[in-house]
């Protein structure tokens, strides 16, 4: 199997993957090797895990560091970059806007530019929904104005514009891709969510099932929903990772330009996701009421239409009950709990 491998990436294309040794990234970098190319992860590892690096070789490096991005450039000469390498909490933007601009903005721009002198001109890019802010109808179509209400989205748009402009001067082809709340860990449980501090709803509904942390905290009963909380769009991770292959052929195919909403198109509330981790878990979660958080839509969910044509891309396990079941599948194994309670 190792000769096969190595044979593999001595004759394979490659992709570079920033970020890769994250959440999505990993994922993606999964989907790359699946699809018979070879991943290359370039990151820092600062909130990235090497152990979810298995499909290629890593390249510990920050992308603001134009030396080690070039060196990695040369190297391994892509085909194509995916980058996913950002800072993604909108609360830390919020108290460190510097933070976010530096990593997210001038570490894509220092990218792109090391990118274009090597000769590398393909580029999926790792955006947000965020960039709407509070939408002006439902579902999202991404004709509508952009109005990011945080620093993250305000990062991401602007990332957006710049490539726009590099685009049209330099003839960079790039992907925008606007996801929707990305959620669930590959279906074969080798790798899932694991962010520190652990922010997202699926992730805590499944600890305060399991008696980890505490009860999960909803934040807001009284929303005009058929059951009073958020109703949000969660996308399978594994879906979205093959979006980014779709996305990387197309660009290599000649297409200069995609910028597509990423979600299921399913409305979900929180209570219904809590539902699918009580049927996936046995157990019932815990909760503690709290008032609603500023800034928090009532509802967000995405027209699939513009990505389902371009890309020829359908979810395949992005319905709630596969999103939470392969999310507790992968958590269970790696906080080693007992599941009695759910067979």
């Known amino acids: 199997m190792f000769r096969l491998n190595e044979r593999?990436?001595?004759?394979?294309?490659?992709?570079?993957?920033?970020?890769?040794?994250?959440?999505?990234?990993?994922?993606?970098?999964?989907?790359?090797?699946?699809?018979?190319m070879e991943p290359v992860v370039l990151d820092d590892l600062t909130s990235g895990h090497q152990h979810a690096v298995r499909w290629g070789p890593l390249v510990k490096a920050d992308i603001r560091n134009a030396e080690a991005v070039r060196a990695a450039i040369r190297k391994y000469r892509p085909e194509a970059v995916m980058q996913f390498a950002a800072r993604i909490e909108v609360g830390e933007g919020e108290t460190n806007p510097s933070h976010f601009y530096d990593n997210n903005v001038a570490g894509t721009l220092n990218l792109v530019n090391v990118m274009l002198e090597e000769g590398v001109k393909n580029l999926v890019f790792s955006?947000?929904?965020?960039?709407y802010g509070d939408p002006e109808r439902l579902?999202?179509?991404?004709?509508?104005?952009?109005?990011p209400v945080s620093v993250y989205g305000r990062t991401k748009l602007m990332c957006e514009q710049m490539l726009e402009d590099i685009s049209k001067a330099h003839g960079l082809s790039f992907a925008a891709l606007r996801y929707f709340n990305a959620a669930g860990a590959d279906p074969d449980g080798e790798i899932g969510e694991e962010h520190e501090p652990?922010?997202?709803?699926?992730?805590?509904?499944?600890?305060?099932?399991?008696?980890l942390g505490g009860p999960m905290k909803l934040f807001g009963d009284d929303y005009p929903t058929p059951d009073g909380t958020c109703i949000r769009d969660f996308v399978?991770?594994?879906?979205?990772?093959?979006?980014?292959?779709?996305?990387?052929?197309?660009?290599?195919?000649?297409?200069?330009?995609?910028q597509l909403n990423l979600?299921?198109?399913?409305?979900?509330?929180?209570?219904?996701?809590?539902k699918a981790v009580e049927r996936a878990t046995g157990r019932a979660v815990p909760v503690t009421m709290s008032p609603r958080r500023?800034?928090?839509?009532?509802?967000?969910?995405?027209d699939t239409?513009?990505?389902?044509?371009?890309?020829?891309?359908?979810?395949?396990?992005?319905?709630?009950?596969?999103?939470?079941?392969?999310?507790?599948?992968?958590?269970?194994?790696?906080?080693?709990?007992?599941?009695?309670?759910?067979?």
């Open 8 to 36: 593999l990436c001595m004759t394979a294309k490659r992709i570079l993957i920033a970020g890769g040794a994250g959440y999505i990234g990993s994922h993606a970098a999964k989907a790359v090797r699946q699809a018979g």
């Open 127 to 131: 955006s947000t929904c965020a960039i």
């Open 139 to 147: 579902p999202l179509t991404e004709d509508l104005p952009k109005k």
């Open 198 to 211: 652990e922010s997202h709803l699926i992730p805590n509904a499944l600890k305060a099932a399991v008696g």
């Open 236 to 258: 399978h991770v594994t879906d979205l990772a093959e979006a980014h292959i779709l996305a990387a052929k197309r660009l290599s195919g000649g297409t200069r330009k995609l």
């Open 263 to 274: 979600g299921s198109g399913q409305r979900t509330t929180v209570l219904e996701v809590l």
């Open 294 to 302: 500023p800034g928090d839509a009532i509802a967000l969910y995405s």
């Open 305 to 343: 239409t513009n990505v389902t044509r371009e890309l020829g891309w359908v979810p395949k396990y992005s319905d709630i009950d596969t999103v939470v079941s392969t999310a507790w599948a992968f958590h269970r194994r790696v906080w080693g709990v007992d599941n009695k309670a759910a067979e």
